[in-house]
Nanobody, 120 residues
């Protein structure tokens, strides 16, 4: 079992920045990728960004150039720096852990989610 604890989020003005953090504990040996999904009201959950233990990253086209994912392996923590936020970035953001590219079938643990609201 891998437990994920998220922090960050909240209300941000359009064009602003915010940072999410997520720390993993438990069976860390079973994962080699961490990342973030998000789900907006009335929409399907989508992968935002993922990063492997080796530092390879993958981003959704909608956030490329604005969001940066990073991780501190020593702290088992992953970060999502979100810049130039848009109202359409409003969603619940879920920290995830698993393997590969963190496709839905590759996710083995989900955080509880943290709300990010971008006001126009």
């Amino acid at each position: 079992q891998v437990q994920l604890v998220e922090s960050g989020g909240g209300l941000v003005q359009a064009g602003g920045s915010s940072r999410l953090s997520c720390t993993a504990s438990g069976s860390i040996f079973s994962i080699n990728a961490m990342g973030w999904y998000r789900q907006a009201p009335g929409k399907q959950r989508e992968l935002v960004a993922a990063i492997t233990s080796g530092g390879m990253t993958n981003y959704s086209d909608s956030v490329k150039g604005r969001f940066t994912i990073s991780r501190d392996n020593a702290k088992n923590t992953v970060y999502l720096q979100m810049n130039s936020l848009k109202p359409e970035d409003t969603a619940v953001y879920y920290c995830t852990a698993g393997f590969g590219l963190l496709l839905p079938q590759q996710v083995i643990s989900w955080g509880r989610g943290t709300q990010v609201t971008v006001s126009s």
